[in-house]
């Protein structure tokens, strides 16, 4: 394992995961990345042609950003990465979407991510990323539970 994504949500479940990383990594000599993803609210455009553009909605995002770069520095701080090669990234997007495209484009070896454990009931309402993720992911997927 060269490549280890590491997705981070501020849940316990994506400590867990990225704990687990750190191990994995350590072991094998691999390096990580740890990405956050924030949902983007801003529209790529209004029309069909015409760029959208919203002082107030940059503010937003620079908000968004600050609040989601503070939890992934906030994660990484409890963690042991001495002698480990990493990096840090914050995308906006689609979550699932984000960690896919990511992990392909990059030829990622193996993606490590936390899992709430929603009842059959919430997933059927609220989704689940990690389903998601297991379903469209590049390479082999490493589920780490809340619990």
């Known amino acids: 394992m060269e490549k280890i994504l590491v997705p981070i949500d501020g849940s316990e479940a994506s400590n867990k995961a990225a704990a687990k990383a750190v191990d994995i990594a350590r072991k094998l000599g691999g390096s990580l990345t740890f990405i956050t993803v924030s ?14 553009w919203d002082p107030e909605l940059n503010e937003m995002l620079d908000i968004i950003k600050g609040i989601d770069s503070k939890l992934l520095e906030d994660t990484l701080k409890k963690l042991n990465l001495d002698n480990i090669t990493y990096d840090k990234r914050f995308l906006l ?16 070896d193996m993606i490590v ?31 780490v539970n809340e619990q």
């Open 39 to 52: 949902i983007n609210p801003v529209p790529l455009k209004v029309y069909e042609y015409e760029p959208f």
């Open 93 to 108: 997007g689609t979550v699932d979407e984000e960690i896919v495209k990511v992990a392909r484009d990059e030829n990622y």
């Open 113 to 143: 991510m936390g899992r709430r454990g929603f009842s059959k009931f919430e997933r059927f309402f609220v989704g689940s990323v990690t389903q998601r993720v297991i379903s469209d992911a590049p390479c082999p997927v490493l589920v």
